[in-house]
């Protein structure tokens, strides 16, 4: 009933920045939390950085604090991520997710909470 389309990614060198777009549309049951998350080689998804929309309280990984960004439009039910000063410990495939069924009621940025994903991107910091 939701669908997550995402734009963005690509190839960048430390301390570059890169912006990654994840538009919804269908049901979304207010849209009320949105995330990124990754996954790195050898590693567990992450929630990097989530959202509430009706409050816009946000979390952040401790790992992407002071460097990453999340915001959104919510007329335009589109979400965000600015990364700035990129690490190539950033490497990862980015994906955008939410939680349409309103099962969540409070902010998480666990996958685990996460009910619908978009399709990933490939994030690639190397110089």
């Known amino acids: 009933q939701v669908q997550l389309v995402q734009s963005g990614g690509g190839l960048v060198q430390p301390g570059g920045s890169l912006r990654l777009s994840c538009a919804a549309s269908?049901?979304?049951?207010?849209?009320?939390?949105i995330g990124w998350f990754r996954q790195a080689p050898g590693k567990e998804r992450e929630g990097v950085s989530c959202i509430r929309s009706s409050d816009g309280s946000t979390y952040y990984a401790d790992s992407v604090k002071g460097r990453f960004t999340i915001s959104r439009d919510n007329a335009k039910k589109t979400v965000y991520l600015q990364m700035n000063s990129l690490k190539t410990e950033d490497t990862a495939v980015y994906y955008c997710?939410?939680?349409?069924?309103?099962?969540?009621?409070?902010?998480?940025?666990?996958?685990?909470?996460?009910?619908?994903w978009g399709q990933g991107t490939q994030v690639t910091v190397s110089s």
């Open positions: 997710a939410t939680e349409p069924t309103g099962q969540l009621t409070i902010l998480s940025c666990s996958p685990y909470e996460y009910d619908a």
């Open positions: 269908g049901s979304t049951l207010d849209y009320q939390f």
